[in-house]
């Protein structure tokens, strides 16, 4: 492996730097920063002990020794700390200004960069795809690392932690909240050779990820039997996955298919899987007996050499190497759940655990058993047959697309309609659409929020050239939710720091509410109740598959902490144990089977870990929201919920809801569903 011989010195740098004092990644002294505290409140005999305190740690925690000595710290300090609370405010108010300049302008920069591999512009040349790849901001926090400005900004706004915010948080003030939101911007400073091997072992596992194909036509069953097409190339995990959904149609080979695949998920998982069958149509293979054939005769293979759990020690120890340099949330798990979702992972945890051992998933198993007609496989996490086919033809409805929104254009022109017919208020709507560009998209289409006020959000969205069809305009809705998000987000807030909302599952949630609502728009009778029923069924299902395997993701990331030195064959076995013990505890007796690996299969696990919690946290709170707002004027509590700002998940949630995060309303749209159904 490339990069073995870099790992291995970085893990002794590591080891060393974790033995350290955690707060060693300043290059002050240990007493330099009580000295300066004490002399700052001797100038400042009027300033709040707790706030110089708070400010001067903060900043000192960033120092290092390129930044000046210990004396120069002192005096930075005595110069730049602002006790007059009128003076605080004014620079405040100019800050706001200033970063609104810098992210919004950089916004700018960047979609001007990447306009013609975003829009279908014409043919692309190789100057386009490089300019797309290129970060015009990439050395910004160094200069303003350099220039100072960090350092006064981390004096005066010192960040607060998660635990603060919730506890603090209710009772702050739009101006406490932004000011708490400026002190997250310095929060910790990882050396660039620390952050590009990260990035390098990421994308290696990325590769290793994305040339993970099974050749499936290469497969045959215990009879010699081949089940799957020449041409069907399947990417693990994801294609894998959606070939068991696929499959459910099929009453006669499905079945088959599905051991096929799932046998060969466990091949995956467990590392048995001939190393050379991989991306590769040279042998024959039989997943069951796991014996390879070429030209009819039988070969042995060398099985795939824990590859797959080496990935993720490297990406384990890339990470952990930044914990130093992090004293506030010294583990990655921390970071990502306290620090990135703003949900503390024993929260996140406790929340999946709640709705995983709730009664409901043994009800559901047993609707699922009885439309399948047989006894659940572990397989059957990814059963597909709660969706229902809509009883609108699909003809039908890309008549009526095409024909309202010939182009890019009618759809721009309609927003204000279709955000009245969504409850907006005249006023509201002109305003929504009149910062809401549409442009013609190259791929499938994304939303693209301002960086400034005086910038427009962009919805991306795919035409055909007879017009926009139903697909398509499904899509550009879930889109133009998003915009209207971030245009609220940026627009109504009182301060530039406080825009945006907690975290990405707040934005998903008004994209998928709007996205729910597109019949009503098109002035058709929203679905059938028998279809909503569906949906919230499958809903729920694919919510237990999610958690199940975030919960793994989870556990692992625990073990990895606990055993930082494990080789790649110890990771894998304490993965398989993990993904077990997980079925046998939530799974194994709704589906009537034991010590299955399943959950095990995720590729995020290997490339993105940890962020599979996203997911599943996303689903809770899109229920969540949309149980509170299926009694209320949509248009206006959108209006007023998605202009809070980025507060932290739980206050943001109690001041749209009145309760915190909680699983119960997916619990309670379950039980009405399956009731319904009944
Ligand atoms: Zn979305």
């Given at each position: 492996?490339?990069?073995?011989?870099?790992?291995?010195?970085?893990?002794?740098?590591?080891?060393?730097?974790?033995?350290?004092?955690?707060?060693?990644?300043?290059?002050?002294?240990?007493?330099?920063?009580?000295?300066?505290?004490?002399?700052?409140?001797?100038?400042?005999?009027?300033?709040?002990?707790?706030?110089?305190?708070?400010?001067?740690?903060?900043?000192?925690?960033?120092?290092?020794?390129?930044?000046?000595?210990?004396?120069?710290?002192?005096?930075?300090?005595?110069?730049?700390?602002?006790?007059?609370?009128?003076?605080?405010?004014?620079?405040?108010?100019?800050?706001?200004?200033?970063?609104?300049?810098?992210?919004?302008?950089?916004?700018?920069?960047?979609?001007?960069?990447?306009?013609?591999?975003?829009?279908?512009?014409?043919?692309?040349?190789?100057?386009?795809?490089?300019?797309?790849?290129?970060?015009?901001?990439?050395?910004?926090?160094?200069?303003?690392?350099?220039?100072?400005?960090?350092?006064?900004?981390?004096?005066?706004?010192?960040?607060?932690?998660?635990?603060?915010?919730?506890?603090?948080?209710?009772?702050?003030?739009?101006?406490?909240?932004?000011?708490?939101?400026?002190?997250?911007?310095?929060?910790?400073?990882?050396?660039?050779?620390?952050?590009?091997?990260?990035?390098?072992?990421?994308?290696?596992?990325?590769?290793?990820?994305?040339?993970?194909?099974?050749?499936?036509?290469?497969?045959?069953?215990?009879?010699?039997?081949?089940?799957?097409?020449?041409?069907?190339?399947?990417?693990?995990?994801?294609?894998?996955?959606?070939?068991?959904?696929?499959?459910?149609?099929?009453?006669?080979?499905?079945?088959?298919?599905?051991?096929?695949?799932?046998?060969?998920?466990?091949?995956?998982?467990?590392?048995?899987?001939?190393?050379?069958?991989?991306?590769?149509?040279?042998?024959?293979?039989?997943?069951?007996?796991?014996?390879?054939?070429?030209?009819?005769?039988?070969?042995?293979?060398?099985?795939?050499?824990?590859?797959?759990?080496?990935?993720?020690?490297?990406?384990?120890?890339?990470?952990?190497?930044?914990?130093?340099?992090?004293p506030h949330m010294p583990t990655c798990i921390e970071r990502n759940f306290s620090g990135s979702m703003e949900v503390p992972q024993e929260q996140v945890e406790a929340l999946f655990h709640q709705f995983l051992s709730s009664p409901l998933?043994?009800?559901?198993?047993?609707?699922?058993?009885?439309?399948?007609?047989?006894?659940?496989?572990?397989?059957?996490?990814?059963?597909?047959?709660?969706?229902?086919?809509?009883?609108?033809?699909?003809?039908?409805?890309?008549?009526?697309?095409?024909?309202?929104?010939?182009?890019?254009?009618?759809?721009?022109?309609?927003?204000?309609?279709?955000?009245?017919?969504?409850?907006?208020?005249?006023?509201?709507?002109?305003?929504?659409?009149?910062?809401?560009?549409?442009?013609?998209?190259?791929?499938?289409?994304?939303?693209?929020?301002?960086?400034?006020?005086?910038?427009?959000?962009?919805?991306?969205?795919?035409?055909?050239?007879?017009?926009?069809?139903?697909?398509?305009?499904?899509?550009?809705?879930?889109?133009?939710?998003?915009?209207?998000?971030?245009?609220?987000?940026?627009?109504?807030?009182?301060?530039?720091?406080?825009?945006?909302?907690?975290?990405?599952?707040?934005?998903?949630?008004?994209?998928?509410?709007?996205?729910?609502?597109?019949?009503?728009?098109?002035?058709?009778?929203?679905?059938?109740?028998?279809?909503?029923?569906?949906?919230?069924?499958?809903?729920?299902?694919?919510?237990?598959?999610?958690?199940?395997?975030?919960?793994?993701?989870?556990?692992?990331?625990?073990?990895?902490?606990?055993?930082?030195?494990?080789?790649?064959?110890?990771?894998?076995?304490?993965?398989?144990?993990?993904?077990?013990?997980?079925?046998?505890?939530?799974?194994?007796?709704?589906?009537?089977?034991?010590?299955e690996p399943v959950l095990a299969i995720y590729s995020h696990m290997i490339s993105y870990p940890l962020y599979l919690s996203a997911y599943a946290y996303g689903q809770l709170i899109e229920f969540q929201l949309g149980e509170y707002l299926?009694?209320?004027?949509?248009?206006?509590?959108?209006?007023?919920?998605?202009?809070?700002?980025?507060?932290?998940?739980?206050?943001?949630?109690?001041?749209?809801?009145?309760?915190?995060?909680?699983?119960?309303?997916?619990?309670?749209?379950?039980?009405?569903?399956?009731?319904?159904?009944?």
């Open positions: 492996m490339k990069t073995k011989n870099g790992i291995f010195l970085l893990s002794i740098l590591v080891t060393f730097l974790l033995g350290a004092d955690l707060m060693s990644q300043t290059s002050l002294q240990a007493d330099t920063m009580d000295n300066v505290i004490r002399a700052v409140t001797d100038q400042y005999p009027g300033a709040s002990l707790q706030a110089v305190e708070r400010g001067v740690r903060h900043a000192g925690s960033l120092w290092r020794a390129e930044d000046g000595d210990d004396a120069f710290f002192k005096a930075f300090c005595l110069k730049h700390y602002i006790a007059d609370p009128a003076e605080r405010l004014r620079v405040f108010q100019k800050l706001n200004h200033y970063f609104e300049a810098i992210m919004g302008h950089t916004n700018e920069i960047y979609l001007a960069l990447k306009k013609h591999t975003d829009e279908p512009t014409g043919p692309l040349h190789e100057i386009d795809r490089m300019f797309s790849a290129f970060s015009p901001d990439a050395h910004l926090m160094q200069d303003l690392y350099q220039s100072r400005i960090a350092f006064v900004t981390a004096l005066n706004f010192p960040r607060f932690t998660l635990a603060e915010k919730n506890r603090l948080g209710p009772d702050w003030s739009a101006e406490e909240w932004a000011m708490a939101r400026l002190g997250d911007v310095f929060s910790s400073r990882v050396p660039a050779e620390i952050k590009q091997h990260a990035a390098r072992v990421s994308s290696q596992a990325d590769l290793y990820i994305s040339g993970y194909n099974i050749h499936m036509g290469a497969l045959r069953d215990n009879d010699g039997r081949k089940l799957f097409r020449d041409d069907q190339v399947l990417l693990t995990h994801w294609n894998l996955r959606d070939e068991i959904k696929a499959n459910y149609a099929d009453g006669e080979l499905g079945p088959r298919r599905q051991r096929m695949v799932y046998q060969v998920m466990k091949r995956i998982i467990d590392q048995t899987i001939p190393k050379d069958v991989i991306d590769s149509y040279a042998y024959q293979w039989n997943p069951f007996a796991n014996e390879t054939r070429k030209n009819g005769r039988a070969v042995d293979l060398e099985r795939e050499p824990d590859i797959r759990y080496e990935m993720l020690r490297q990406v384990f120890l890339a990470r952990r190497a930044m914990d130093p340099f992090h998933l043994k009800k559901v198993a047993q609707v699922v058993e009885k439309r399948l007609g047989r006894k659940l496989a572990a397989y059957d996490i990814w059963y597909d047959g709660f969706k229902s086919r809509g009883s609108i033809p699909q003809d039908q409805l890309d008549a009526i697309t095409r024909k309202r929104f010939p182009n890019a254009r009618a759809f721009k022109d309609a927003m204000p309609e279709i955000l009245r017919e969504l409850g907006f208020s005249p006023e509201s709507a002109e305003f929504l659409a009149a910062k809401i560009t549409v442009d013609p998209a190259r791929g499938s289409g994304h939303a693209w929020g301002a960086g400034m006020r005086d910038s427009l959000s962009h919805l991306r969205t795919r035409v055909g050239k007879d017009g926009m069809d139903y697909k398509g305009f499904n899509i550009a809705v879930h889109e133009f939710g998003h915009n209207v998000e971030q245009t609220l987000s940026l627009h109504n807030v009182p301060y530039f720091f406080l825009n945006g909302v907690p975290n990405t599952a707040f934005t998903e949630a008004l994209a998928f509410l709007f996205q729910k609502r597109d019949l009503e728009i098109l002035d058709m009778e929203p679905g059938d109740a028998a279809a909503e029923n569906l949906a919230v069924l499958d809903a729920c299902w694919s919510a237990f598959e999610i958690m199940g395997v975030s919960m793994v993701d989870m556990k692992v990331w625990k073990w990895l902490y606990a055993h930082p030195d494990a080789s790649a064959a110890e990771l894998k076995e304490a993965v398989i144990t993990i993904a077990i013990d997980v079925w046998n505890r939530y799974f194994s007796e709704s589906f009537g089977v034991r010590d299926e009694d209320k004027p949509f248009g206006a509590e959108v209006e007023r919920i998605w202009s809070l700002g980025r507060l932290t998940p739980s206050v943001w949630m109690i001041r749209a809801t009145g309760t915190d995060l909680s699983p119960q309303p997916l619990i309670r749209a379950s039980e009405r569903a399956l009731k319904k159904l009944k």
